[in-house]
């Protein structure tokens, strides 16, 4: 079995500051891209920002400058360090990794429980 969990969720200010933090465990050989979507009520769940194995990250247009995403391959985790945050990023926020199991060929999306992340005005 393989679970992602987040915390770092709550209410904070417009203006304000939240850190997401997710972490990956169970029956892992690798994880691929990892990062985080988010849906608002009434929309479609979107990407918010990913970040591959190796290579560049990407961002929603409509974070870029304020949020920045990390992740440690060590610790099976990933971030989302969110800055600056409008009222409009009030959303769930999900993990998401590309995740290949000890004992398989390829690999499966997963997804965490989600967060609630609220900006008030």
């Known amino acids: 079995q393989v679970q992602l969990v987040e915390s770092g969720g709550g209410l904070v200010q417009a203006g304000g500051s939240l850190r997401l933090s997710c972490e990956a465990s169970g029956s892992i050989f690798s994880i691929n891209a990892m990062g985080w979507y988010r849906q608002a009520p009434g929309k479609q769940r979107e990407l918010v920002a990913a970040?591959?194995?190796?290579?560049?990250?990407n961002y929603a247009d409509s974070v870029k400058g304020r949020f920045t995403i990390s992740r440690d391959n060590a610790k099976n985790t990933v971030d989302l360090q969110m800055n600056s945050l409008k009222p409009e990023d009030t959303a769930v926020y999900y993990c998401?990794?590309?995740?290949?199991?000890?004992?398989?060929?390829?690999?499966?999306?997963?997804w965490g429980q989600g967060t609630q992340v609220t900006v008030s005005s």
């Open positions: 998401n990794a590309q995740i290949q199991r000890i004992g398989l060929a390829f690999t499966y999306q997963y």
């Open positions: 970040i591959p194995t190796g290579g560049r990250t």
